[in-house]
Nanobody, 124 residues
Framework: QLQASGGGSVQAGGSLRLSCAAS????????MAWFRQAPGKEREFVAA????????YYADSVKARFIMSRDNAKNTVYLQMNSLKSEDTAVYYC???????????????????WGQGTQVTVSS
């Protein structure tokens, strides 16, 4: 089970940090990802982190602004979002799965476990 939190409303240029807490002792074996979905648009990949936390991957649209990290001791992943833009407005979802190869990380169909989503609204 995944529980996302930390969303809210912020002005452009501001920052937010999302958290996703996972239940279960096998968390550390899972690759984790953040996706987002804006109204009328398809769910899109934002960032992913491998199970060992050593490798992170980002969509071009958020690279250099967002940072994903994980704390395996707390079964939690984070998404630090800086320099937010109005186009970052969306519902953000965390996802998890095991055994994903790097090329599969951006594909939402590869993930079996999803959180409930948290709304991020950026006003210009």
């Amino acid at each position: 089970q995944l529980q996302a939190s930390g969303g809210g409303s912020v002005q452009a240029g501001g920052s937010l940090r999302l958290s996703c807490a996972a239940s279960g002792s096998i968390f550390r074996r899972y690759s984790m990802a953040w996706f987002r979905q804006a109204p009328g648009k398809e769910r899109e990949f934002v960032a992913a982190i491998k199970s060992n936390g050593g490798s992170t991957y980002y969509a071009d649209s958020v690279k250099a602004r967002f940072i994903m990290s994980r704390d395996n001791a707390k079964n939690t992943v984070y998404l630090q979002m800086n320099s937010l833009k109005s186009e970052d407005t969306a519902v953000y979802y965390c996802a998890a799965d095991s055994g994903l190869i790097t090329s599969s990380l951006p594909n939402p169909d590869q993930y079996d476990y999803w959180g409930q989503g948290t709304q991020v609204t950026v006003s210009s």
